[in-house]
């Protein structure tokens, strides 16, 4: 079951944060259908929040076609986001551990991880850009 972070000092909003959540463990396969989320109740006690803060998150993720309550049973997942490749525990992410150790190890912060991610990211998705044709960046190199 998804256990949910709140960040009060990320300027992102509770109810939001609880929908992205939820939506990184189905795109990385950790929620899968069928699954049943935590009970608001359960999520106010873990997190000291607002219980129509969690009903909120849980019904805008009803609305997208993510979830669907199901009276006096709880919210389960309708679908996934996964796809084959992004999985919790696959190859990819072990490559992307391996690549974070050895960026730690020459001494970038998280910051500049983050940074530098976000950069290749626009490059290679930015506008413009496809599978087969990889946005460009300043210095041209494709």
Avoid: C
Avoid at 26 to 42: F, I, N, S, V, Y
Avoid at 47 to 66: C, F, M, S, W
């Amino acid at each position: 079951m998804i256990e949910y972070r709140i960040d009060r000092r990320s300027g992102v909003s509770t109810y939001q944060q609880i929908v992205l959540q939820t939506k990184q463990a189905l795109r990385l396969g950790l929620l899968l259908p069928g699954d049943k989320l935590p009970t608001a109740r359960e999520v106010v006690e873990a997190t000291a929040i607002n219980p129509n803060t969690v009903l909120k998150a849980y019904r805008e993720l009803d609305r997208e076609g993510l979830v669907e309550p199901r009276p006096g049973l709880g919210t389960f997942v309708r679908r996934s986001l996964a796809r084959p490749g992004a999985e919790a525990d696959g190859p990819l992410r072990a490559e992307l551990v391996g690549w974070v150790d050895r960026a730690r190890e020459a001494g970038l912060e998280r910051e500049d991880v983050t940074a530098l991610v976000a950069s290749v990211l626009e490059q290679r998705y930015g506008t413009g850009a496809t599978p087969d044709a990889p946005a460009r960046n300043i210095e041209g190199d494709a």
